[in-house]
């Protein structure tokens, strides 16, 4: 995929963010260094960035999915429920499988916290 500036700017911006971000997130920031850019590159670019494997989708209940850079190690999540920006959590509390019903078998899991974020408290 050919390395545009509106590219290098998304990139650049989720690189930078170190947590997930919504599309319009996304533009806000790479838009400090690509005046230009427009909601439409966005989404166009997040959508190729995906399918190369560079970014991944935060699920949300009820929400846009966020990306955050998909390189890193298993983390969790907190969502501020002021702000609504998603934040990451690096302690997980590890193996949960006693969580399970009997006979299940857990694959992976998810833990998404809400709360205030030290901003909005």
Not at 22 to 29: I, N
Not at 34 to 41: E, N, Q, W
Not at 65 to 89: G, S
Request: hydrophobic share 35%; aromatic share 6%; with cysteine.
């Amino acid at each position: 995929m050919r390395q545009t500036q509106q590219r290098a700017a998304i990139r650049q911006a989720l690189l930078d963010a170190g947590r997930p971000l919504s599309h319009e997130e996304v533009l806000a920031a790479a838009q400090r260094s690509c005046p230009g850019l427009g909601i439409a590159t966005v989404y166009r670019n997040v959508r190729r960035l995906r399918e190369q494997g560079f970014l991944r989708a935060v699920e949300l209940p009820g929400a846009p999915n966020r990306y955050e850079v998909a390189d890193k190690d298993h983390h969790h999540h907190f969502h501020c429920v002021r702000c609504d920006r998603i934040f990451e959590v690096e302690d997980c509390p590890g193996d949960l499988k006693r969580l399970a019903p009997q006979g299940f078998l857990v694959q992976r899991h998810e833990i998404l916290l809400y709360g205030l974020c030290p901003s909005c408290r």
